[in-house]
Nanobody
Framework: QVHLVESGGGTVQAGGSLRLSCVAS????????MGWFRQAPGKERERIAT???????DYADSVKGRFTISKDNAKNTLYLQMNSLKPEDTAMYYC??????????????????WGKGTLVTISS
């Protein structure tokens, strides 16, 4: 049974930083595509960063240069380092996993597993 548990959300001022973590269990972590999505109130869910099984990364234009996705296969943990935060980054952030190690494929066919989310609030 797959479990994804996010942590690290909170409230920070604009320009600040946060690091989100996602601890995974129930599958072979290093063979899956992993990613972070977010959803702001009244908006659609948005893909913000993904990391393939081979550690190739990809970012949405809205976060490129400010956010960094990484993973520690030994700890079965996914991270999202968020710097230079803006009020428009306010959202619920979700960790997700795709059974295809290629995130292009996993994203196309739909990510398989989702965490419950962690709330990030950026004050101006």
């Amino acid at each position: 049974q797959v479990h994804l548990v996010e942590s690290g959300g909170g409230t920070v001022q604009a320009g600040g930083s946060l690091r989100l973590s996602c601890v995974a269990s129930g599958y072979t972590f290093n063979t899956y595509c992993m990613g972070w999505f977010r959803q702001a109130p009244g908006k659609e869910r948005e893909r913000i960063a993904t990391i393939d099984s081979d550690s190739s990364t990809d970012y949405a234009d809205s976060v490129k240069g400010r956010f960094t996705i990484s993973k520690d296969n030994a700890k079965n943990t996914l991270y999202l380092q968020m710097n230079s935060l803006k009020p428009e980054d306010t959202a619920m952030y979700y960790c997700t996993a795709g059974e295809d190690g290629s995130c292009v494929s996993s994203y196309y066919y739909g990510m398989n597993y989702w965490g419950k989310g962690t709330l990030v609030t950026i004050s101006s």
